[in-house]
């Protein structure tokens, strides 16, 4: 069974299903269009839940 989890040969749409629980789209921020929009998105896995992933500047003080 973990070798499913481990050696994806090709990322289909029911192999997504099965990794993602939910996303969940926030309201977008600054301005209709452009450089300073921003929207949050958070995608929660199952076994994991939501995973945060570093922004760019906080790895560029990390280096």
Do not use: S, W
């Not at 989890?5 to 309201?27: A, D, F, Q, S």
């Not at 600054?30 to 922004?55: A, E, W």
């Amino acid at each position: 069974m973990i070798e499913k989890y481990i050696v994806i040969e090709e990322l289909t749409v029911p192999t997504i299903n099965e990794y993602i629980e939910k996303v969940v789209v926030h309201e977008a921020i600054g301005g209709r269009q452009g450089k300073y929009r921003k929207q949050q998105v958070d995608v929660y896995f199952n076994f994991i839940g939501n995973c945060q992933v570093p922004h760019k500047v906080d790895i560029e003080k990390m280096t």
